[in-house]
């Protein structure tokens, strides 16, 4: 099935004689669906299921092709705009592919790319501009970290920031101890941001760690769920020793991503 059958189908979703959920949707109401359908597509690639990977890369490329059908309703652009644009964004920010420029390492091609963003007026007056504020706060943490680091504003080494980590989780628990919330919230905060720094040294995102952790986290926890019932008990019923039981040995068991 080609592209332009998946716009012929959108279309008649939202003909005269379409959906009608379908054409009562807006700019608006769609937004929690691109971003539900995006999450769903990072949960295939941790998984990597090839099958659940296509899936849901279609649902988030029907989402992006319902808001070219609004937008072309609107008489601003359509599906066609929106690939002739992206297309010349690469081929312009690609000198290296396809032009004569002779870039060899990814360090030269993200000076490059930078270059054209100024040339295109997109880098804007302070360096940290740019990055979506609707981000998780982790992600929007690294990307404004990374940012920063570009201009060397950065510790040397892994062990600096250790440092800093140590510092600031005794000013935390120095907060506890003074039962000062709005302090407590400080420098929680503080906390987070200088892991953010930490995945930075050893080359992990810290989104995608966290949220790996919380899908092992839900795999071990449905485990006790699991094995509570087969004794005729729910989690509720048993007592704290009893569940650490069943931890260690949702643990043991062994999880793919």
């Known amino acids: 099935m080609s592209f332009k059958r998946l716009i012929k189908i959108m279309e008649a979703l939202r003909g005269p004689d379409g959906c009608p959920w379908d054409k009562e949707q807006t700019r608006q109401s769609l937004k929690p669906f691109l971003i539900e359908e995006a999450y769903e597509l990072l949960e295939a690639l941790d998984e990597n299921d090839p099958e659940k990977i296509k899936e849901e890369l279609g649902d988030l490329l029907f989402q992006i092709v319902f808001h070219c059908r609004l937008s072309e309703e609107m008489g601003q652009f359509d599906a066609g705009g929106v690939i002739d644009g992206i297309a010349k964004k690469m081929l312009g920010r690609h000198p290296h592919v ?16 930078d270059e054209h963003k100024k040339k295109e007026g997109k880098l804007r007056e302070s360096l940290l501009e740019g990055v979506p ?28 920031v250790f440092k800093k980590l140590d510092e600031e989780l005794q000013e935390f628990k ?3 101890g003074k039962k000062n919330q709005k302090e407590i919230e400080d420098e929680l905060g503080d906390i987070f941001f200088v892991l953010v ?33 087969e004794t005729g008990k729910k989690l509720s019923d048993m007592t704290l020793a009893e569940m650490d039981v069943l931890w260690e040995e949702a643990k043991k ?3 793919l991503y």
């Open 174 to 176: 120095n907060a506890v």
């Open 253 to 255: 068991l062994p999880y």
């Open 133 to 160: 504020k609707t981000l998780p706060s982790l992600l929007m943490a690294h990307k404004l970290q990374h940012k920063a680091s570009k201009v060397g504003f950065d510790w040397d080494n892994v062990q600096d």
């Open 197 to 229: 720094r930490v995945s930075h040294f050893v080359g992990v995102n810290p989104e995608d760690a966290l949220r790996k952790t919380i899908s092992k986290f839900i795999h071990r926890f449905r485990h006790m769920e699991m094995r509570a019932a």
């Open 98 to 113: 396809f032009g004569d420029d002779k870039l060899k390492t990814s360090r030269e091609v993200l000076l490059k790319w």
